[in-house]
């Protein structure tokens, strides 16, 4: 029996891996969920490495900068000068408090599943880290010296993408965009009046945009694009992975000195 149900795990695996790679929905896991998950594992780190470095508690609503910055946060002098290349992703997976992540983490939560099931699991993750890209490259002509955390650069960009794509879809999907587009507006403004990072959200926002505004509706066009996007979601992917990797290592280096 258990080699049965081995060999039934390996035929759903390759099949969820061919659906990622034709653009369709995988069977039983979504990639917003993962996501999610991902960011809460690294904030649980940074919170047991910040009580652990004698920050106490308090890491949990108010990360000490230096905490924040050994744990993947963007800070572009490091970047430049230490080639520090993988800050450009980690950012967006590292969060300054509880309530930061949370607040992130439901927005995705309510809006990742709607476009990566209207795109595909592919194209909505390429779509996700452009976006966070396309932000922190916002970031550095706005505040070259301002260490940045959060993933609310990425979300900008699902929130842009929706009110493009279904600008576009037509009358029947435009109670979306408009609900979308006064999320956007709500957002900035609330991100004014914190002192939130609005170069990034006009980074992301004006990327899902973008992206929204030419990606095919039809059936037919987005098949002659998965090539492309085949080839986006393997370097994304890849440089996701390689960048977490290169962050937790270096949490090990730190620790022995080195």
Same mark, same amino acid.
């Given at each position: %029996?258990?080699?049965?149900?081995?060999?039934?795990?390996? %035929?759903? #695996?390759?099949?969820?891996?061919?659906?990622? #790679?034709?653009?369709?929905?995988?069977?039983?896991?979504?990639?917003?969920?993962?996501?999610?998950?991902?960011?809460?594992?690294?904030?649980?780190?940074?919170?047991?490495?910040?009580?652990?470095?004698?920050?106490?508690?308090?890491?949990?609503?108010?990360?000490?900068?230096?905490?924040?910055?050994?744990?993947?946060?963007?800070?572009?002098?490091?970047?430049?000068?230490?080639?520090? #290349?993988?800050?450009?992703?980690?950012?967006?997976?590292?969060?300054?408090?509880?309530?930061?992540?949370?607040?992130?983490?439901?927005?995705?939560?309510?809006?990742?599943?709607?476009?990566?099931?209207?795109?595909?699991?592919?194209?909505?993750?390429?779509?996700?880290?452009?976006?966070?890209?396309?932000?922190?490259?916002?970031?550095?002509? #706005?505040?070259?010296?301002?260490?940045?955390?959060?993933?609310?650069?990425?979300?900008?960009?699902?929130?842009?993408?929706?009110?493009?794509?279904?600008?576009?879809?037509?009358?029947?999907?435009?109670?979306?965009?408009?609900? %979308?587009?006064?999320?956007?507006?709500?957002?900035?403004?609330?991100?004014?009046?914190?002192?939130?990072?609005?170069?990034?959200?006009?980074?992301?926002?004006?990327?899902?945009?973008?992206?929204?505004?030419?990606?095919?509706?039809?059936?037919?066009?987005?098949?002659?694009?998965?090539?492309?996007?085949?080839?986006?979601?393997?370097?994304?992917?890849?440089?996701?992975?390689?960048?977490?990797?290169?962050?937790?290592?270096?949490?090990?280096?730190?620790?022995?000195?080195?």
């Amino acid at each position: %029996m258990n080699e049965v149900q081995w060999q039934w795990r390996m %035929m759903r #695996w390759k099949r969820n891996w061919q659906s990622f #790679w034709r653009g369709n929905p995988i069977e039983g896991f979504s990639f917003t969920r993962g996501l999610i998950i991902v960011n809460i594992v690294l904030f649980v780190a940074m919170v047991l490495q910040g009580v652990l470095a004698g920050y106490g508690m308090s890491v949990l609503l108010s990360p000490d900068p230096y905490l924040l910055l050994h744990v993947g946060a963007q800070y572009w002098p490091l970047v430049i000068s230490e080639n520090e #290349w993988w800050r450009c992703i980690t950012y967006a997976y590292t969060h300054g408090g509880a309530i930061h992540l949370a607040f992130n983490m439901v927005v995705l939560y309510q809006i990742g599943p709607l476009i990566e099931n209207e795109i595909g699991p592919a194209r909505f993750f390429v779509l996700y880290t452009l976006a966070a890209l396309v932000a922190t490259t916002a970031g550095y002509f #706005w505040h070259p010296l301002a260490p940045v955390v959060g993933a609310s650069g990425s979300l900008f960009g699902l929130i842009g993408f929706a009110i493009a794509y279904y600008h576009r879809v037509g009358p029947a999907a435009h109670e979306l965009r408009n609900l %979308m587009f006064r999320w956007a507006i709500i957002a900035l403004l609330f991100g004014l009046m914190v002192g939130a990072d609005n170069a990034a959200h006009l980074g992301g926002l004006s990327c899902g945009v973008v992206v929204g505004w030419f990606l095919p509706l039809g059936v037919r066009g987005r098949q002659k694009l998965v090539p492309l996007f085949n080839l986006l979601a393997g370097l994304t992917l890849a440089a996701t992975v390689i960048s977490i990797l290169i962050l937790i290592v270096s949490w090990f280096l730190a620790v022995r000195g080195l």
